[in-house]
């Protein structure tokens, strides 16, 4: 390794103004024509890394080189203008521009109204997707295009703009396995084109495939640095939580009852036409839990908010406990016993800027318990009933006063489920419970629905986390395109088969149906 | 003897540590509660500071002019506090023989300013924090002015006639905002539109009403008078009434109903995340209804208190000069007052000062009425500037939805061309 270094970044230090330190000194280098895997749980400090590199943030101290210069960035087009370009896990793209227009978007010209010489800037884009063997249809709408086209729309725009380190944030999160696949095969030819890329991930199974050196970072320290051809997933996943990875939750065999969840030929259509869900059938039954498995997008949150009264039903049959609740509410479906863990706790399961107390009869707050004469809200009680959530999922929370924003994420996932547990339901609805929270959270949180199950509640969960999905679920169902590719027990599921059912491919080995009860 | 002192010290250390806690924890929260506080007196500092600088420019005197400007808005501090020594001591009569009490006639005018404004701060607040942009209340209190004078057609006994008057103010100003709740809730109509729109028709409703039914058969420049039974008398030698009071208690029912009921609870969840509160059994839709209907029950008031509780009028002018724009200074009411209560109260009270003062201001210190204005716009605007940031986001949001809406507009036409050239 003669030649200088692509990225070196010595020593990086950041604490944020509200005095989080995010990183305490780490070291980290990119060599020309690599892709770098950029490794860690939430929190370690991966993200933080990757928005100093890409000017977004400035370090609080160390210093980096680039191509073996010296370099401080002011902001991400000073980034940009070094060779450095980040893809956020959101695309910043304006939906409504086309392919085109998006790749050229802030490089039109730098003058106001200098007019846009379309044909000549489209030969450059095109002769830059022949380069990097990348193809868009460049005159398509951007929102009518698949994720992973918009993901590719997003990697032409950064080598448009002439980059060579490319930073891409957990690219694959929005892919199918099949996207994923041509995804690594076009990071492989960048890679050819003596392009660096750094991938952030914490998928290790990902980094294995793809990367020839992973970096790996824990709590803002470096962990480790290796070689992938001498990686294997159990060093991995030692060096990025310290210990062996997931402690299995211990559980016993499910004992089902009767079913409680009836749902029969239930399809959902979207106000634009498109239909989510088809024709769908399924049961869940007391004391036991069935994890619903898919990529993202294939109608899962559609089948939860037509369970809980969110979403409008086409047709088809949904009964909760015996009785038919077609045009039923959500707060009638909770008086009927249904808790819901939303997929999305920020924008759905609570209100931020209330606090804690507010948010803790979010969906009982006309409750009689916590009501007194003329619509009067006890908030003696609701604050009672608030601290002994706390104190039962112990939240840390300074009060019950302040707003939800100020908790960290595992304690706001803590209140949301706490809430909903704690209303006694015969049925819970949980959709991607422990998303984006650290390991203590989650296990904390996952064996709670396992204890729920215990007490003989019947619970559906959804996530697109496989490894929640195995530890929990007593069947695992596989949804795509808003129907099942197959119901069946977890130990009758391999991962590789459960990914092809993902993905769309049939995979007849398993039993399909009824037959895994 | 040195154990003893030690153990001491140590049971009161042991008891003092709760209490400090519990201190720690109290201070925080009055700092918390008083934050706004220290921050909108900054702002007002600035606001006056930039309106010297605009003065200075124009070579007025600023501290002449800002002097000229308190002693319009509260007068006198000594002779304050003589009427009101008088008033406890010696009671109205002879205060009123000696003219001791009129070192209260100015505040008394500010206040008397402040009273429509808490209500209609309060109507565009309560809009806000359902999350709407409500700005009805202008043609909710002509209406509500309107209703209130024709409560005068029938004669009932004092007292009865007052309370009458205002329920019918109030029940106006809400059947007209109750149509701009019903079309956002059952069409998506955007309230700005039917509000602005409805302002227009109330004003030449309430114009053609003023002229016609309700006319003042002796005068005709103004409607028919409030029957003496409806009124609320003023304190003597100033124009405050009654309606103060019942504005401010108005403000804490608005207060207690927002904080402390489950009604309350729904509008200020809805206002922070429709999302979450559908999610919560909540109906966005009929909440927004809830909404506006207690807007409109604000506003109505104040058209209410501007006619029933302000001499020597009690009526409405035919140019519905004594009722106009109102509804609009109560927007920049509520933003200064950060949409609470009781903000709100404080904020109007300063408006009210604000606009005794600058009188004075005109005629004592010679600042031109335009000069006076700008003033009072510098001032108002860096108080009111938190929540418009605060509110900046959606107003861009609307504006980004609208251009992309254009723009698929334009490009299906361009599809519809190219279309038809290639077929």
Known sequence: MSETLAVQMQTIEKTYPDGTVALKGVNFDLRRGEIHGLLGENGAGKSTLTKILSGLLKPTQGH??????????????????????????????????????????????????????????????ETVMQEGGLSVPLDAITESLAVGVQQRVEIIKMLYRAVDILILDEPTAVLTPIEVHDFFKTLRVLRDASKSIIIITHKLKEILDVTDRVTVLRQGHNAGQIE????????????????????????????????????????????????????????????????????????????????????????????????????????QLYQRGLAHVPEDRRRIGMVLDFSLSENSILGIHREKRFKGFWGKILWGKVGEHTRELIKKFSIVASDVKVPARSLSGGNQQKLVCAREFDKNPSLVVA?????GLDIQATQYIRDQLVRLRDQGKAVLLVSADLEEIFQLSDRIAVIYEGKFMGIAKPEELDRERIGLMMGGVNAPATPVGGAAR | ?????????????????????????????????????????????????????????????????????????????????????????????????????????????????????????????????????????????????????????????????????????????????????????????????????????????????????????????????????????????????????????????????LWHTTLGYEIRSVGLNPDASRYGGIKPTRTMVSSFVLGGFAAGLAGACQVLGRPPTYALYQDLSNVMSLGFDGIAVALIGRNHPIGIIGAAIFMGGLSAGSNNMQINAQVPLEMTRVVQGAIILALAVPEILKIFPALLGAVVKLFSLLRQFFQRIRMRRIKRTTS
């Open chain 1, 228 to 331: 992938t051809k001498d990686a294997t997933p159990g060093i991995l996943a030692r060096m990025m939580v310290g210990h062996d990875v997931l402690p299995s939750i211990e559980k016993t065999p499910a004992q089902p009852g009767a079913p409680i969840l009836k749902i029969s030929n239930l399809s959902v259509t979207d106000p634009s036409g498109f239909r989510s869900i088809e024709n769908l059938s399924l049961e869940v039954h007391a004391g036991e839990i069935l994890g619903i498995a898919g990529v993202e997008g294939n109608g899962q949150t559609e089948l939860v908010e037509a369970i809980t009264g969110l979403r409008e039903r086409e047709s088809g049959d949904i009964i909760v406990n015996g009785s038919n609740i077609a045009g039923l509410g959500p707060r």
């Open chain 2, 1 to 257: 003897m040195k154990t003893q002192i030690a153990n001491k010290l140590k049971i009161v250390s042991t008891k003092l540590k709760p209490i400090l806690a519990k201190s720690k924890s109290v201070i925080i929260a009055i700092f918390i509660k008083i934050k706004p506080l220290v921050e909108a007196l900054f702002a007002a500092l600035l606001g006056f500071a930039i309106g010297a600088v605009l003065m200075l420019l124009w070579k007025f005197d600023p501290i002449k002019a800002y002097s000229a400007l308190f002693q319009g808005a509260i007068g006198n501090f000594d002779a304050i506090a003589r009427a009101v020594g008088c008033l406890f001591q010696e009671g109205i009569e002879a205060c009123k023989a000696s003219g001791v009490i009129y070192g209260i006639y100015d505040i008394a005018l500010t206040l008397t300013n402040a009273t429509p404004l808490i209500l209609t701060g309060l109507a565009f607040a309560i809009g806000i924090r359902a999350g709407l942009f409500n700005i009805g209340a202008e043609g909710q209190v002509y209406m509500g002015a309107m209703a209130a004078v024709a409560a005068s057609l029938f004669s009932l006994p004092p007292g009865l006639h007052v309370f009458v008057s205002i329920l019918f103010a109030m029940i106006a100003g809400a059947l007209w905002s109750l149509p701009v709740g019903l079309l956002k809730a059952t069409r998506g109509v955007h309230e700005v539109i039917s509000t602005i729109m409805l302002n227009w028709v109330a004003r030449f409703l309430v114009y053609f009403l003023v002229a016609t039914a309700l006319v003042d058969p002796v005068r005709a420049e103004k409607s028919i008078g409030v029957a003496p039974t409806a009124r609320l008398l003023p304190f003597p030698t100033t124009d405050l009434t009654l309606a103060l009071v019942i504005s401010i208690l108005f403000a804490l029912i608005v207060y207690w109903i």
């Open chain 1, 64 to 125: 980096m080189l680039i191509n073996g210069q010296p370099r401080h960035f002011r902001n991400p087009a000073d980034a940009l203008r070094s060779g450095i370009g980040m893809v956020h896990q959101h695309f910043a793209l304006v939906p409504t521009f086309t392919a085109l227009e998006n790749i050229l978007l802030g490089q039109e010209g730098s003058r106001l109204f200098s007019s846009l010489n379309l044909n000549k800037a489209r030969k450059h884009v």
């Open chain 1, 431 to 435: 959709a991607q419970l422990t998303r």
